[in-house]
């Protein structure tokens, strides 16, 4: 590519809206441009990253035996009534109609679609297991869209989705798509560390995270540097709520009052931190006897930070009590809190449910939470008044460095990272709601075992930069840079020396099929090299008139301090 065909535009100052370093260099580097809250213009050295990004996952899941499909970015209501997605996901779901009123959505991920085509086509065993997957266009309406690419509204996603026989077969794929990331990871050549997520209604410990690493991150991972214990902290955190459960019982065996108590009155009587950035506040209680009936009046609070996903509530099997508290069905817990209830899984507990009640801050104020019985709830838990958007979830944990690992293996450490995929075991949740079937060995009609695994495309550009940059710009990891190497002749509409020697190096490169761009705007020097630095092109050669009398040029890795004399006769050695 020659500089003076492609396009390049370079700024001086980043927009006001930046906020974090890669959101900034990107903007600077001309890789991005704002459309609209949380929606960019991919340009076209920006995209030319998103395009190495793809091929590496392309070429990843196909050599681990997924199949390459593509599903409309426009998805039709009824299969997302079939879920209970299109009612149950909340503002995040953009809903659209068309001319005949009829309802669509603008997928943020294809489950619905992707078991949609498998029940029709996957019929029997012998075609199993299955893994779908596509790179497309989703779009989230984030509540907060911001760093750029990194939480965007329209971004790009990786989902591949595997269906399986049972359970052992779909453990087989969660662990195939798991070393797939791993290789994905590593070829990006960025630092990164698969932790252990919260599995939400589904259960079991399959689902984990791909966090690249910085300080600038939203998530906090927490992990033990002497054993392979790693989670995210909301996993943690939960554990260690839970493990707080003996003091938990025994204060409220006394107190609180029910229906008069505050939520900071429970949290005081436990000795939890209730702190300003608590985002949703969960009473559950887990001791059940065989048949699903609580045994004792133990409640205990979990504080939960994110946005779990609100799912139906398991209720049935709860009826009849004996303690002083139960189960709310879904139609109760909405009439009794105003809100969705949810149900969020066993998050290492031995018991299989507990209930949540789900508010995000802003909507917190005068919640009722607590025992879904008549009488028994906690009545004006107001902490959510006038409270920001938690940005920093250091300040919510009970997990500090320093606590002792679960794994009993040593001290927990924590840093931060950038989720840029996940995957998950799906067990039967939507094959079960969307009836997708197989026939087994027997002719059985069985449920598909199915698993997720999404890879955030664009927001690894975002990761990537937070990860790799300095003070004049980009260092990007050769495998995902815009060009491998750009070639900047000093003065070639001066001299034809120079000018050929630059037109013969790159036509070498090209020929090897080294991703080269030859800078031929006839820049200064100065602003050529800031433009490189910027954008953050991983090598660079610098020919001019001088250097080449002595048979040289100038090399300069983009983390070199300086640039190193390398023979005319060895550069494309040196480069290839
Ligand atoms: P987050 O916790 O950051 O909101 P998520 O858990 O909601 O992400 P998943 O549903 O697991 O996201 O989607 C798979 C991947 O898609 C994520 O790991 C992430 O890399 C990417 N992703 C999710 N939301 C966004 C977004 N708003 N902008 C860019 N990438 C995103
Ligand atoms: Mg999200
Ligand atoms: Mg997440
Ligand atoms: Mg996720």
């Given at each position: 590519?020659k500089a003076?065909?492609f396009f390049?535009?370079t700024?001086?100052e980043?927009?006001?809206?930046a906020?974090v370093v890669?959101?900034?260099l990107?903007?600077?580097a001309g890789m991005i441009?704002?459309?609209?809250?949380g929606?960019y213009?991919?340009?076209?050295?920006?995209?030319?990253?998103?395009?190495?990004?793809e091929?590496?996952i392309?070429?990843e899941m196909?050599?681990?035996g997924?199949?390459?499909?593509?599903?409309?970015v426009?998805?039709p209501?009824?299969?997302?009534?079939e879920?209970g997605?299109?009612d149950?996901m909340g503002?995040e779901?953009?809903?659209?109609?068309?001319?005949h009123?009829?309802?669509?959505v603008?997928?943020?991920?294809?489950?619905?679609?992707?078991t949609?085509?498998?029940?029709?086509?996957?019929?029997?065993?012998r075609?199993?297991p299955?893994?779908?997957?596509h790179?497309q266009t989703k779009?989230?309406?984030?509540?907060r869209?911001?760093?750029?690419?990194?939480?965007?509204r329209?971004?790009t996603?990786?989902d591949a989705y595997?269906?399986?026989?049972d359970m052992?077969?779909?453990?087989r794929?969660?662990?195939?798509m798991?070393?797939?990331?791993?290789k994905?990871?590593?070829?990006?050549g960025?630092?990164y560390?698969?932790v252990?997520?919260?599995?939400g209604?589904?259960?079991?410990?399959?689902?984990?995270?791909f966090?690249?690493?910085?300080?600038t991150?939203e998530?906090?991972?927490?992990?033990?540097p002497?054993?392979?214990?790693a989670a995210n902290?909301?996993?943690?955190?939960a554990?260690?709520l839970?493990?707080?459960r003996?003091a938990?019982t025994?204060?409220?065996?006394?107190?609180?009052?029910?229906?008069?108590?505050?939520?900071?009155?429970?949290?005081?009587?436990?000795?939890l931190?209730?702190?300003?950035?608590v985002k949703s506040l969960?009473?559950?209680?887990?001791?059940?006897?065989k048949?699903?009936?609580i045994?004792?009046?133990?409640?205990w609070?979990?504080l939960v930070r994110?946005?779990?996903?609100?799912?139906?509530?398991?209720?049935?099997?709860?009826?009849?009590l004996?303690g002083?508290f139960r189960?709310?069905t879904a139609g109760e817990?909405?009439?009794h809190?105003?809100c969705?209830?949810?149900?969020?899984?066993?998050?290492?507990?031995?018991?299989?449910?507990k209930?949540?009640?789900?508010r995000?801050?802003?909507?917190?104020a005068d919640?009722?939470?607590g025992?879904?019985?008549?009488?028994?709830?906690?009545?004006g838990?107001n902490?959510g008044?006038d409270?920001?958007?938690p940005d920093v979830?250091a300040d919510?944990?009970?997990v500090?460095?320093?606590?002792?690992s679960?794994?009993?293996k040593g001290?927990l450490?924590?840093?931060?990272?950038?989720?840029v995929g996940?995957v998950?075991?799906?067990?039967?949740?939507?094959s079960?709601?969307?009836?997708?079937?197989?026939?087994?060995e027997?002719?059985?009609?069985k449920?598909m075992e199915m698993g997720?695994?999404?890879i955030g495309?664009?927001?690894?550009?975002g990761?990537?930069?937070?990860q790799?940059?300095?003070?004049r710009g980009?260092?990007w990891?050769d495998?995902?840079a815009p060009?491998t190497?750009v070639?900047?002749p000093?003065?070639a509409?001066?001299?034809e020396?120079v000018k050929?020697?630059?037109?013969k190096?790159?036509?070498?490169?090209?020929e090897l099929?080294?991703d080269v761009l030859?800078?031929?705007?006839?820049e200064?020097?100065?602003?050529?090299?800031?433009d490189?630095?910027?954008i953050?092109?991983?090598?660079r050669v610098?020919l001019?008139d001088?250097?080449?009398?002595?048979g040289?040029?100038?090399?300069?890795?983009?983390?070199?301090?300086a640039?190193t004399?390398?023979?005319?006769a060895d550069?494309v050695?040196?480069?290839?």
């Open positions: 590519m003076s065909q390049i535009s700024l001086k980043a927009p006001a809206d906020e890669s959101h900034k990107m903007m600077r441009k704002r459309l609209g809250a929606i213009n991919y340009m076209p050295m920006g995209l030319r990253v998103i395009r190495k990004v091929k590496i392309r070429e196909d050599a681990a997924a199949v390459e499909c593509l599903m409309p426009i998805q209501a009824e299969l997302w009534q879920t997605r299109f149950k503002p779901l953009l809903r659209v109609k068309d001319r009123n009829r309802d669509f603008v997928q943020p991920t294809s489950e619905e679609v992707i949609d085509i498998a029940r029709q086509e996957l019929r029997s065993y075609q199993l299955k893994n779908f997957y790179i779009f989230r309406d984030e509540r869209p911001r760093f750029g690419l990194m939480r965007g329209e971004f996603m990786k595997s269906f399986d026989r052992d077969a779909a453990g794929s969660y662990d195939n798991y070393a797939a990331y791993c994905i990871f590593d070829r990006f960025l630092q560390r698969a252990a997520a919260d599995t209604a589904i259960g079991g410990d399959r689902s984990h995270e966090q690249v690493i910085a300080d991150g998530d906090a991972i927490v992990y033990c002497t054993s392979d214990y902290i909301e996993l943690a955190e554990v260690a839970l493990s707080a003996g938990a025994q204060g409220l065996t006394k107190t609180p009052t029910p229906g008069k108590s505050t939520c900071e009155d429970v949290a005081a009587l436990l000795g931190p209730l702190t300003q950035t969960v009473l559950a209680t887990d001791e059940l006897d048949d699903g009936l045994t004792k009046t133990q409640v609070l979990l994110g946005d779990h996903e609100l799912n139906e509530v398991k209720a049935g099997k709860v009826e009849g004996k002083g189960f709310a817990i909405d009439a809190f105003g969705k209830p949810g149900y969020l899984g066993p998050i290492g507990l031995k018991a299989p449910l209930i949540v009640a789900d995000t801050v802003a909507q917190m919640f009722v939470c025992a879904n019985e008549v009488d028994f709830h906690f009545t838990a902490w008044r409270l920001p958007e979830v919510i944990r009970n500090v460095a320093g606590d002792p679960p794994d009993g001290e450490a924590i840093q931060r990272g950038i989720e996940h998950f075991y799906l067990g039967t949740k939507y079960a709601a969307m009836n997708a079937t197989f026939l087994d027997n002719g059985k009609p449920l997720c695994y999404g495309v664009t927001r690894i550009l990761a990537a930069i937070e790799n940059h300095d003070a980009i260092i990891p495998a995902m060009f190497v070639i900047c000093i003065g509409d001066r001299s020396d050929q020697a630059a037109d190096l790159y036509a070498e490169l090209k099929g080294v030859l800078d031929d705007r006839g200064r020097p100065g602003a050529m090299f800031a490189w630095e910027l953050g092109v991983p090598h610098v001019g001088r250097g080449l009398k002595e040289q040029v100038e090399y300069q890795g983009r983390r070199d301090e640039a004399k390398v023979a005319v550069i050695g040196h480069l290839k």
